[in-house]
């Protein structure tokens, strides 16, 4: 009975070593990988991060059992050369359409995007030679009003993402997502022309934005989608003193991306600009995404984004106050301020009153011209 056993046994036996036998290779495989260098160790890691997420009913799960994990979606997003493909899209926009494919070309992304074209200025689609020509087209002068009524209004078109009050040092992308004010608008420095000068922790750095005695800290956060209107617009009348652009990431800023990467226009290229309004401090920042790796100020002819070559965490410093011109660049509430390619996100932060209100509803649409809030 024993050899009969034994010999039942034996098939069963071979059956599962030959079934274990893979796994035993894989782990041998995965630990060849583990000594590996890290940017190595990565290249061989993302071909079967990408098939583990794209392959359907968990194809690749059963590697996750021998040790092996996938890199993370984030990561593996952040992985993605957003600057070069930026500037390659760039390059692209700009390339003069023979005058028979413009209306064909636009009028899919008109179609695509629900875009108004009875606004535009030039409504003649054979008139735009490129593709960032039709980008950046201006509207019609009675086509947006500006609220005459209201101390701050919407700079561009878009979706309000969120609005409120600074608290704590973090400020919302989206609801439930924040970001480091600090990390988003730069560490301090000593220059003199500067708005916010040198602070120790993270609630002085906010409370030394506040200029004046009974002031809240607040933000607003607007999201241009690609059928949008991409100039945008000072919100108010205000001075410009200093520019900080920081080279950066050129991720996408749609709301879904928003809830998805934490301080994510912490990471994007993004250009800020601050100042002083009749209430104090004053800021716009304007966010690049992918795609939109040109952002223009139409007053700052020294500002080039998206180099093919920057440091990771570093920012570049302009002050527009001079020997001669001690007060910076005036801009008055509805001037043209600059412009996106393609679409992207602005923040405002400001100091005001407590009894600033806004007049707004996260995720509505809204135009340039039109109030976000007032006293």
């Not at 990565?42 to 009913?57: C, E, H, M």
Request: hydrophobic share 35%.
């Amino acid at each position: 009975m024993m050899c009969q056993s034994e010999a039942r046994q034996g098939p069963e036996l071979r059956a599962a070593k030959w079934l274990h036998f893979p796994q035993l290779a894989l782990r041998r495989r995965l630990g060849q990988l583990s000594c590996m260098s890290r940017p190595a160790l990565k290249l061989r890691s993302w071909p079967l991060t990408v098939l583990y997420y794209l392959l359907p009913f968990g194809a690749l799960r059963p590697l996750s059992r021998v040790g092996w994990r996938p890199v993370s979606r984030v990561a593996l997003y952040k992985s993605v050369p957003t600057r070069l493909l930026s500037r390659a899209w760039g390059r692209l926009n700009q390339v003069e359409l023979p005058h028979w494919l413009r209306r064909p070309v636009y009028s899919l992304y008109i179609w695509t995007f629900g875009v108004n074209m009875k606004e535009a200025a030039v409504e003649d689609l054979h008139h735009y030679r490129n593709l960032s020509e039709f980008f950046r087209r201006k509207l019609k002068p009675q086509a947006r009003p500006v609220c005459g009524l209201h101390s701050v209004i919407s700079p561009s078109d878009g979706r309000i993402l969120n609005f409120g009050q600074v608290k704590n040092c973090e400020v919302e992308q989206v609801k439930g997502v924040t970001y480091s004010l600090e990390s988003f608008l730069g560490p301090r420095t000593c220059t003199e022309d500067l708005p916010f000068p040198p602070a120790a922790s993270c609630d002085s750095f906010k409370n030394q934005l506040v200029t004046r005695e009974g002031n809240e800290l607040y933000h607003c956060v607007i999201y241009l989608a690609p059928g949008d209107y991409h100039c945008f617009h000072s919100p108010t009348d205000w001075t410009v003193s200093h520019r900080r652009h920081f080279p950066g990431s050129l991720m996408s800023v749609n709301p879904g991306m928003a809830r998805w990467i934490k301080e994510l226009f912490c990471h994007n290229e993004r250009v800020v600009l601050t100042g002083d309004w009749k209430h104090g401090f004053f800021s716009l920042t304007a966010v690049g995404a992918t795609n939109v790796g040109s952002i223009r100020i139409y007053f700052d002819r020294d500002l080039h984004t998206n180099s093919p070559r920057h440091s990771k965490g570093s920012y570049n410093d302009f002050s527009f106050v001079t020997h001669t011109n001690r007060e910076g660049v005036p801009m008055r509430k509805g001037e043209h301020l600059g412009e996106f390619n393609l679409g992207s996100t602005i923040v405002l932060i400001f100091e005001a009153p407590k009894d600033f209100n806004f007049q707004l509803k996260t995720g509505q649409k809204i135009r340039f011209g039109e109030a976000l809030g007032s006293l």
